[in-house]
């Protein structure tokens, strides 16, 4: 079973930056894709990026790119998220995932396991 543990989350200004990390323990040598979704109030969870853990390959949703970089640490089994130039429209739970499989890798149905969420709020 892995187990994921958010944090980083917080409260910044428009044009600023936050940092993620996501800790995995129990198992992660096994996920194939580790990946970042998120859920604003009222709408549904939506991807944000994805990370191949054996080569680091890495891909975003187009309203991220240029912004956010996605990276994993192997030796510490944690997946990092840096966001900058964050927009109020970024403002979420942001919840990292892992999945068996790399296959369909931007669909959180697609996604074995779940950290708890950690809030990002973007003030303008």
């Known amino acids: 079973q892995v187990q994921l543990v958010e944090s980083g989350g917080g409260l910044v200004q428009a044009g600023g930056s936050l940092r993620l990390s996501c800790a995995a323990s129990?198992?992660?040598?096994?996920?194939?894709?580790v990946g970042w979704f998120r859920q604003a109030p009222g709408k549904e969870r939506e991807f944000v990026a994805a990370?191949?853990?054996?080569?680091?390959?890495?891909y975003y949703t187009n309203s991220v790119k240029g912004r956010f970089t996605a990276s994993r640490d192997i030796a510490k089994y944690t997946l990092n998220l840096q966001m900058n130039n964050l927009k109020p429209e970024d403002t979420a739970v942001y919840y990292c995932?892992?999945?068996?499989?790399?296959?369909?890798?931007?669909?959180?149905?697609?996604?074995?396991?779940w950290g708890q969420g950690t809030q990002v709020t973007v003030s303008s």
């Open positions: 990370v191949r853990w054996g080569d680091g390959f890495t």
């Open positions: 129990g198992g992660t040598a096994s996920s194939y894709a």
């Open positions: 995932a892992a999945a068996r499989s790399w296959r369909g890798s931007a669909y959180a149905r697609n996604y074995d396991y």
